[in-house]
């Protein structure tokens, strides 16, 4: 049986943190591309807290 997803301590919700990683896992992406993605949808996080 598999655990869910725990998001606490993470400073961003759920929804966010699973599209960053889409992003990056979808389409031949860098950190930082990921970061000017969010960037344009009004999300402001930067490369490092993405890759973590």
């Known amino acids: 049986m598999t655990k869910p997803v725990s998001y606490k301590r993470h400073r961003f919700p759920p929804?966010?943190?699973?599209h960053a990683v889409w992003l990056y896992f979808r389409f031949p992406r860098s950190l930082r591309l990921v970061e000017e993605m969010l960037l344009e949808r009004?999300?402001?996080?930067?490369?490092e807290t993405v890759r973590r």
Do not use: K, L
């Not at 929804?15 to 699973?18: H, K, L, P, R």
């Open 42 to 47: 009004g999300i402001v996080v930067s490369y």
């Open 15 to 18: 929804q966010i943190i699973a």
